[in-house]
């Protein structure tokens, strides 16, 4: 998803072998980034851009009013099965492929309004009743929209619009006798049912909707760093040769404090599994919900009700004001390229974004920097005010960037030593060129070169044809105006940093089926992006933060006490509690190129088979755990068994197939089925694994969803409790993955009525969960939910007590 498509990988890589050697070793020796790009962009031949073009073909970017109709149909069909929530996704595709202001937009979005009704969704719904009207819904149909346009206002409380909604409706219909008597007399009879509503409610008070959210904006750093705008005065700046820029505790921090609220410098939505569309297969378009289905193109905000770009099927945003900012930084170039980018990858399309929301800065700034560092090394900068001409100076490897130091202490900084959360803090992140193989700088150049090249035919396009619109003319023009060699430089500086310093926005999904009472919830990746300020932590596999998404705001909090002058960490992935020491460190090694030297992995290498451990497998005679390398021997005091590693490993992959039998049992509601499995499971598990490995608690957790599904609370409790016991041993008492158990926990004390086991474990959950993401956690707000309806309930005279 990251990089280009699998096919256009291996046709350049196929390519690569082929080159005559003294070119490879031109490209694999080139110093600069420039000369690297120089190198390899004329060998991308006409043909290769016409493999890249079928390629790209297979995506549905465009406008198809067909495929409007489609998912129109497929979404009455959800409606009449009344899933409205599978409806309103379906419509929301719909709209996005029907042309602005046609009839079939506007049928779109009456349609969906239906949707966002039943699923009580009101103020969304009023929202597309407008949109539908402002499409040129027919005239004939309008009844019905206002009539459940009163219906949303009545039950949000403001009577008197609905009433003037209601003397429209009666106006309209005394002008024009468009309806069919029958019609007419359903329309007569739900008229008067909202009469009686608006009646009942205008004697209350009007009550506005509670808002959903706590504003996230409110809150804040407590004290907003100097010298790194985004983070906490508790932290501080530093450099080293050895460790790079890092960032290190001014005074001693308390589990759960805020030491970095940031907003992305760029982020590019995670389009998710969106296979290409192949010919000859049955159906023509993709009924699956993606990402982009559900988040904001540009916020990442979830939103039931997007509206699409005019332009495209594939950008969808929140609201006109967001599709508005899109447009203006970014989106009138990219509109057009979307089957490009989805084919090229995600890097390639946050490169891109990244050099055009670079036209937005305050150029001159960034001039003065690079002018000093320019003039120590004794190039001349000429006085273009053109980012682009900048970044053609800046291009240098990373041997001539070390000099730099001497000139500002810190890169990335301003001459004040103040860090910029800017253009030229993203500039500074490191590409590690040097260490990416041959081959790889070869794809990134190669694929950046296609797309300058579709850069320069739209933005050709764009400037000779007046059938553009005048505010897609005014955006393209300085795209024309940069030169494209040192634009496709600075792209493919970007594709290399990415490697390294890409954030992975992520975002806690909710899965499992509807009749499942207890939700489970799943971190699935949303989009990537850059940050300069959450780049400046370096990697611990036990960090001593926690870091959560807010759209795209990241905040990073301790999650644990941290001493002044300690560093603070934070986790690239590969954490101590999820990969054995081997494996993290081949990971860390292979991306970020590193060697990891934090404690755990310290206290791994220096003595590396410390027992057991957790995963272990035990005897199935005396029980005892089994020790040992390929050859597993027992550590009972009178026993003699040994096993050979192999055989043990495919008894748990078969363990594993098992499990996922019957998690495909309960996800189709086959709940009995399911139990019986997995109870199969759990003493064959037994009988050869250690009582602390993970498959034992995912066996618990199974157990403790199927009997939640079939309403059996106190079992379902009984098995949360065991499985609660061995995450606990894998990550911790205070770990996020504790907090989300204990959070399924408490929502089955709270289904089960048992109040004070269900207050004692929400107030547990909410602690654990506060250090990790404070107070505007959806799964902390449905705590405190919880825990108000109960303690409502203690105080009913005669309720049940504690
Ligand atoms: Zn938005
Ligand atoms: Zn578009
Ligand atoms: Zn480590
Ligand atoms: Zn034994």
Redesign the pocket.
Known sequence: MDLPVDEWKSYILQKWSLLPKSIQVTISTAKTLNDLFLHSSPLLQPEDEMFLKRLSGGYLVGKDPDASLFYREKGNKKFREKDYMGATVLYSKAVSHSGPSSTDMSLCYANRSAALFHLGQYETCLKDIVRAQTHGYPERLQPKLLLRKAECLVTLGRPQEASQTISDLESNFAAKATLSASQFQILQRTLCRVKVKVQEKENLPEIFPEALTKTFEGVDLREENEQIPSASSSVSLHIDPLKGRYLVATKDILPGELLVKEDAFVSVLNPGEMPPRRHGLESKWDIQVTNGDLH??????R?LAPVPCDGCSYAK???Q??MQQAWDRYHSVECSLGALLLTLGVFCHVALRSTLLARFEDVDKVIKKLCGEMSNQGICLPESRDPAQILKYDLRGEGEKKDKAVETPIPGCDINGKYERNYNAVFHLLPHTENHSPEHKFLCAVSVSALCRQLEAASLQAFTTDLQPTKLKAAETPVLCAELNVWGVAMLRHMLQLQCNAQAITTIQQTGSKENLITDTQQVRLATALFPVVSLLNHSCSPNTSMSFFGTIATIRASQLIRRGQEIFHCYGPHESRMGVAERRQKLRSQYFFDCNCPPCERERQKPSAGPGREAFRCHRCRALLQGDDVLSCGGPACTESLGRGLLVSRLQDLQRQVGAAQKRLRNGRLELAIQLLLGCQSDAESFLSADHSMVGEIEDTLAQAYAALGDWEKSATHLQESLRVVEVHHGPSSVEMGHELFKLAQVFFNGCAIPEALNTIQKAEKVLLVHYGPWNDEIRELQKMKSCLLDLLSIPGGPKE
């Open positions: 904001c193109h540009r916020c990442l905000r939103t945003y929140c609201s004001a967001c």
